[in-house]
């Protein structure tokens, strides 16, 4: 069982440790922004604090800082109780509270998500939403594989406050959608106005109707079309390497695949967190670019990701 207070938990953690310079976090402006061609809302932020989170490559191999996490970022070593996660806090967040869920047996990020990792993410997130009165939605996220934009080896999925009047695209999809799974006839939910590739699948309403089996369905469904695309994509591009992101809340999960860290046309990368429409920037000039001409974002999550298939039966994407 997940403390009852685990909000309070991460909030105190996170507040002294900011105190007291253990987590480097450093927002200087955030903003809606609009794409006019499809309608997307972005949420853009300059955090220039990024610069000095380190990318894949930086970790030396044998260096693993999520198995003895700094004292003052660990939160919990045993998150509910079964020992198998700890919950530390990012050390450099986007948001605030942005914590990391750790497997305190070293996995690797390239594996799959196991029932257990699903339903205690999905526990963490009820835990958190809504709590107190307070209004905020949370997601967990998993960027798997090297073009993910995952940084670190040891398996970890990360928890993040959405920010306030900020609805991921993937909310609205889902209005009006029961749960589902899919089918030969009935293929996952894909925004047909976004240019990039991304398969999601509406939860049941009531959480207590959620558990690891029903998640584990929605995510092996969802990673069988996922994957799909290396295949595919093979002959053209043989450089191509399994990589995908996945998003949780307490409505939806998403699996996005992927192709590359950075785009092409612009000096940025995206995790899963860029693909709910979150998009940070380390770089002011890429900021005000962005700002200037919104409309590019989503060109710059197709370069990162794979041309959309709605409408499309797995066997007939027509790249
Ligand atoms: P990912 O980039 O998806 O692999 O997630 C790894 C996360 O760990 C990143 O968001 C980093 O900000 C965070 N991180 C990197 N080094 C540390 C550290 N020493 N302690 C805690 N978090 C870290």
């Not at 953690?13 to 007291?20: D, I, K, P, R």
């Not at 999520?66 to 700890?86: M, N, Q, R, V, W």
């Not at 612009?266 to 002011?284: P, Q, R, W």
């Not at 710059?300 to 794979?306: I, P, Y």
Request: glycine residues 4%.
């Amino acid at each position: 069982m997940i403390a009852e207070n685990i909000d309070a938990l991460i909030s105190k953690q996170f507040e002294g440790a900011l105190q007291a310079k253990e987590v480097v976090f450093n927002q200087i402006c955030s903003e809606n922004v609009k794409n006019s061609d499809n309608g997307m809302q972005y949420w853009l932020s300059l955090a220039p604090s990024l610069l000095q989170k380190p990318e894949r490559g930086d970790t030396p191999s044998n260096v693993d800082p999520l198995a003895l996490p700094e004292p003052s970022l660990l939160i919990t070593p045993d998150l509910d109780g079964t020992k198998e996660f700890k919950l530390v806090l990012n050390k450099f967040p986007v948001v605030p509270n942005h914590s990391l869920l750790v497997t305190n047996e070293f996995k690797l990020q390239s594996s799959a998500l196991m029932p257990s990792d699903l339903i205690t993410a999905f526990n963490l997130i009820v835990s958190t939403d809504d709590v107190n009165k307070k209004n905020l939605r949370h997601m967990v996220i998993y960027n798997s594989g090297p073009r993910s934009g995952s940084s670190l080896d040891h398996k970890h999925l990360q928890l993040l406050e959405l920010p306030e009047n900020f609805t991921p695209f993937q909310e609205n999809l889902c209005k009006g959608h029961e749960h589902f799974l899919p089918t030969f006839n009935k293929e996952p939910l894909q925004d047909a106005r976004v240019s990039f590739a991304h398969f999601v699948l509406p939860l049941p309403e009531d959480p207590a109707d959620v558990n690891e089996d029903l998640l584990q369905m929605c995510y092996i469904s969802l990673l069988q079309r996922t994957l799909s695309f290396f295949q595919d994509w093979n002959n053209e591009r043989p450089e191509l390497i399994k990589s995908y992101n996945v998003l949780l809340t307490k409505r939806w999960i998403c699996l996005i695949p992927r192709s590359s860290i950075k785009a092409k046309s612009l000096d940025i990368g995206f995790n899963s967190i860029g693909y709910a429409g979150l998009v940070l920037v380390k770089k002011e000039d890429v900021y005000k670019s962005i700002k200037t001409n919104p409309n590019q974002i989503d060109k710059l999550l197709l370069e990162c990701g794979f041309p959309n298939t709605a409408g499309q039966k797995p066997n007939e994407y027509n790249y």
